[in-house]
């Protein structure tokens, strides 16, 4: 976001509770745009939740008219015995990595085929394509997400929007140290000593 806002860019940030756990990283970014000379902003937005996004789209297109390009982040990666992942645990999980995007591009998308133009960047991983013992529920939801940025890409031409998928490979982040753990513990507790390899690559 940053890089984006020293390049020229109005960069507009979204996250969770940034009055709360998250008002210090609200406040380091906002604060090193600014020591540099740029504007950066930063909201509140819970991709979980359809009236946070619908809201914060709003207020955005409100203050700035337009929003040339959505780029959808926001991610948990879950790293455990996929079976012991219950339905629950599953759905929270989609309804961040996919339901967060389908929730964000919608609220944006009548506004971009408006204005005849737009990009819309899907954050996906290495794990949309191939699948890795232990990250099955985290795999899904990106195999999820890449189907559906591919129809857009098809559907959206026509409009002169761009639908794009980009898949990092490993980098230093939070999110395997956050990740969900399963909630079945009698599933787990069949599975034996191949129940506990997903905490030695957390801890790796």
Not at 36 to 55: F, I, P, T, W
Not at 82 to 98: M, P, S
């Amino acid at each position: 976001m940053l890089e984006l806002a020293r390049r020229g860019h109005t960069v507009v940030a979204t996250m969770r509770d940034v009055e709360g756990r998250n008002a210090k990283v609200r406040k380091d970014l906002i604060d090193a745009a600014k020591a540099e000379g740029h504007v950066l902003q930063v909201l509140e937005m819970d991709v979980a939740d359809e009236a946070s996004v619908n809201s914060t789209i709003d207020q955005i297109f409100k203050q700035h008219g337009k929003i040339d390009v959505l780029v959808n982040n926001a991610g948990l990666m879950p790293v455990g015995v996929t079976e012991a992942y219950t339905v629950a645990d599953i759905e929270r999980l989609f309804a961040v990595n996919f339901f967060g995007a389908v929730r964000a591009d919608r609220a944006v998308l009548p506004h971009m085929r408006a204005a005849g133009s737009g990009l819309l960047v899907h954050v996906t991983s290495l794990m949309g394509r191939v699948v890795f013992p232990f990250f099955g529920t985290y795999s899904a939801s990106k195999f999820a997400l890449e189907g559906l940025a591919e129809a857009y890409r098809y559907e959206l031409k026509g409009f002169g929007i761009d639908s794009v998928i980009v898949e990092p490979g490993p980098f230093p982040s939070n999110l395997i140290s956050s990740s969900p753990e399963p909630s079945d513990q009698t599933v787990l507790a069949s599975y034996g000593e191949v129940a506990a390899i997903p905490g030695q690559i957390k801890a790796h």
